[in-house]
């Protein structure tokens, strides 16, 4: 798969869209940190635990049960906050 990337973007936002392109393959979207998960991507409960299983393993950390995972997945930019907010935990 090739992905054009901004040479300026940040290493987490660029490897959270590389996972959200494995997951959604066949997505034309253009991804960028206010993509909406849900309305845009069309994000349901399966994709949004994939894209979390994947941020965790990818990046190893373990968000565990937390309620604020609710609201990491409004944008993408957000989810790429919550990640860099559990990594470095």
């Known amino acids: 798969m090739n992905i054009e990337v901004d040479k300026d973007m940040d290493p ?3 490897q959270v869209i590389g996972l959200i392109h494995e997951i959604l393959p ?4 253009m991804v960028t940190e206010e993509t909406r998960l849900f309305e845009d991507l069309e994000f349901d409960s399966i994709t949004t635990m994939q894209l979390l299983v994947a941020a965790e393993e990818r990046f190893g950390f373990d968000s565990g049960d937390s309620e604020e995972s609710l609201q990491a997945f409004e944008t993408v ?3 790429v906050e919550f990640v860099e907010k559990y990594r470095s935990c």
């Open 12 to 14: 987490v936002l660029e």
């Open 26 to 29: 066949d997505s034309k979207c």
């Open 77 to 79: 930019g957000a989810f």
